[in-house]
C-alpha cells in the first residue's frame, strides 16, 4: 500500500510505512477520541470566563491579574505543542498522550482548589501544557494512521471541533456558574479529562512503531523540526493557517465590544450573532470535507477560503469607509470572512501535515503551535488601537488575511499541487507531495 509522504520542503516523494488504517467501528471509536482531545483546550480556555467576575473577588485580583490566567493557558498551549509534537517523533505518541491527559487532570485539579491568583496562573500555563498534548498528538495520529481522501476529511472532523468548542465552552461554563462555583467548572474539566484518559487507553493504540521513529534523541526530534521551519513549501502553509488564526482570534476578541457596545445589541443578541457567524464555519468545514470526498484539490479550497474570507474583510472596511458603521454590514461581512475561515483549517491543516510528513509531530507543532502564538498576539491589539468604532478590528483582519493571501502566493504557491493526496492504487512517482 503507497501512502503520500514528502520530503521536508514538500517536492521529493519517499515510500510510506503506515500500517493499514482502522476500519469501521474501530475508526469511528477513534475519530471520536480524537476530535475530544482537540476540544479540551478550547474548552478549557474558555469555560471559566463567566465566572471572572467571582473569580477576582473570592482571591482578591483585579482584572488584568484574572485575564492573565487566560493568558497563561494560551502560553502553555503553544509551549506545549511546540515540544510534545517533536519529542512525539522520537518517542511515539500513546506515552505522551496519555502522560499530558493525565496531567491536564493534575492540573485541573490544582486549578480548581488553588488558594490565590498565582498559584492560580502558574497551575493554569501547567494545564495548558498538559492540554496541548491532546491537540499536537491528535493530528499527528491522524497523519500516521490515514492517507489518501480520508486524510482530509478527517482533519475536517478536528476543524469543526475546534469551531465549535469555543462557542459551547462560555455557554457550557455558564450552566456551571449557575448552580455552583468557578471553582466546579475546573473540576468539571478534570472529570473531563479522567473520561479522556480512560478514552485514550481504550481506543488511541500506538500509531508510530519504533521502525518510524526519528532516532538521535531530543536533538534529533528538534532537527527535524529545524527541517520543517527552514522549507519554504511547508513554513508557507503554516504562515497562511497562522495568520487567518490570527484575523479569527481577532474578530473573537473585538467582536463582543463592536455589537454590544458600539451597535447596542444585549448579550443575548451578541450570542445570536456569534452562533450564526460560528454556523458559517462549520459550513465552510462541511464544505470542504464533502469536496475533499469527490477528489476536489486541497489547494483550490485553500485559495478558496483565503480568497473569500479576504473578500468579506475587504468588504467590511470599504463599508465602514462608505456607509459607515452599520450593525447588518458588519455582521453580513464578518460571516462571510468566517466561511472563508471555515474553509482555510481543514485544507491548510491536511496540506501542512502532507508536506510535513516525514516529521509529522513536528509538523502539528509547528501548525498549532504557531496558529494560536498568532491569535494570541493578534487578540489584544483591537485594544490597544482604540475602542471607538469597529475598523481597528476591520483593519487588523484585513492586514492579517492580506498577510496569508501574500504567503499563499508567495511560499506555498498551490498551482504547485504540494500536499495533495494520492490514491492508494497510484505509484509514489506521481506523488506531488
Excluded: K
Amino acid at each position: 500500500m503507497v501512502a503520500p509522504s514528502s520530503s521536508l520542503n514538500g517536492s521529493d516523494t519517499v515510500p510510506d510505512t503506515t500500517g493499514p488504517a482502522p476500519s469501521g467501528r474501530t475508526t469511528t471509536a477513534l475519530i471520536a477520541v480524537l476530535g475530544a482531545l482537540t476540544a479540551v483546550a478550547p474548552l478549557a480556555t474558555d469555560m471559566y470566563v463567566p465566572g471572572f467576575p467571582a473569580l477576582g473577588e473570592a482571591l482578591g485580583a483585579s482584572s488584568s491579574a484574572v485575564q492573565l490566567t487566560m493568558t497563561a493557558f494560551l502560553a502553555g498551549l503553544v509551549v506545549g505543542q511546540l515540544v510534545i509534537g517533536p519529542l512525539s517523533d522520537g518517542v511515539g505518541r500513546r506515552r505522551l498522550l496519555t502522560a499530558g491527559t493525565a496531567g491536564f487532570v493534575l492540573f485541573s485539579v490544582a486549578c480548581a482548589v488553588a488558594p490565590d491568583i498565582a498559584l492560580l496562573t502558574g497551575a493554569r500555563f501547567l494545564q495548558g501544557v498538559a492540554g496541548a498534548a491532546g491537540m499536537v498528538l491528535a493530528r499527528a495520529v491522524l497523519t500516521d494512521r490515514f492517507h489518501g481522501p480520508e486524510l482530509p476529511r478527517h482533519f475536517a472532523v478536528l476543524s469543526q471541533v475546534i469551531g465549535v468548542a469555543p462557542v459551547a465552552a462560555p455557554v457550557l461554563g455558564g450552566a456551571v456558574l449557575a448552580v455552583s462555583t468557578w471553582r466546579t467548572v475546573f473540576a468539571v474539566l478534570a472529570v473531563l479529562g479522567v473520561l479522556l484518559l480512560l478514552a485514550v487507553v481504550r481506543a488511541v493504540p500506538e500509531s508510530l512503531p519504533p521502525e518510524r521513529r526519528h532516532n538521535g534523541g531530543l536533538a534529533g526530534t528538534f532537527r527535524a523540526m529545524g527541517a520543517l521551519l527552514a522549507g519554504r513549501t511547508f513554513m508557507g502553509y503554516v504562515l497562511v493557517v497562522a495568520l487567518v488564526s490570527a484575523a479569527l482570534f481577532t474578530y473573537i476578541s473585538g467582536s463582543s465590544f463592536v455589537f454590544e457596545n458600539l451597535h447596542g445589541v444585549s448579550s443575548t443578541t451578541y450570542s445570536l450573532i456569534f452562533a450564526t457567524n460560528a454556523v458559517a464555519m462549520l459550513a465552510g468545514g462541511a464544505a470542504f470535507a464533502r469536496l475533499a470526498g469527490r477528489g476536489m484539490r486541497l489547494n483550490t479550497m485553500l485559495s478558496a477560503g483565503v480568497g473569500i474570507a479576504l473578500l468579506g474583510a475587504l468588504a467590511q472596511v470599504l463599508l465602514l469607509v462608505t456607509a459607515g458603521e452599520t450593525l447588518a454590514g458588519t455582521w453580513i461581512t464578518l460571516f462571510v470572512t468566517a466561511g472563508g475561515i471555515g474553509l482555510v483549517f481543514p485544507s491548510g491543516m491536511s496540506i501542512g501535515q502532507a508536506v510535513g510528513r516525514t516529521a509529522p509531530g513536528a509538523a502539528s507543532a509547528l501548525l498549532g503551535g504557531l496558529q494560536f502564538l498568532f491569535g494570541a498576539l493578534a487578540a489584544p491589539l483591537v485594544g490597544i488601537f482604540g475602542e471607538d468604532g469597529s475598523r481597528p478590528m476591520a483593519l487588523i483582519m484585513l492586514t492579517s488575511l492580506t498577510a496569508a493571501a501574500l504567503a499563499l502566493l508567495g511560499l506555498a504557491r498551490p498551482w504547485e499541487g504540494r500536499g495533495e493526496p494520492v490514491r492508494v492504487d497510484q505509484e509514489p512517482s506521481v506523488s506531488r507531495n
